[in-house]
């Protein structure tokens, strides 16, 4: 278990690394996906700053990193 400190640290550079990835796949030619998990990431990060959040938060960057990946792997790079 994280130390409230250590949560508090984090977070933002969890939510940072979700809006890199989800830009990546906006750009990419993923929207729906990218909208979903800006969401869902918008939703914790607003919430309780605690471990439960944490664990959440690094879900999302996760799979926004990996969905960000697969949709350039299959060349759909469409720059804005």
Known sequence: MLPESSVAE??????????????????????????????????????AWDAKSHRRLEEIANRAELAAEEQERRGGSHAA
């Open 10 to 47: 984090a977070l933002p550079r969890l939510y940072r690394r979700v809006l890199d990835a989800v830009e990546v796949l906006e750009r990419s030619g993923g929207r729906a996906e990218a909208t979903r998990l800006r969401h869902a990431a918008v939703k914790v990060y607003s919430g």
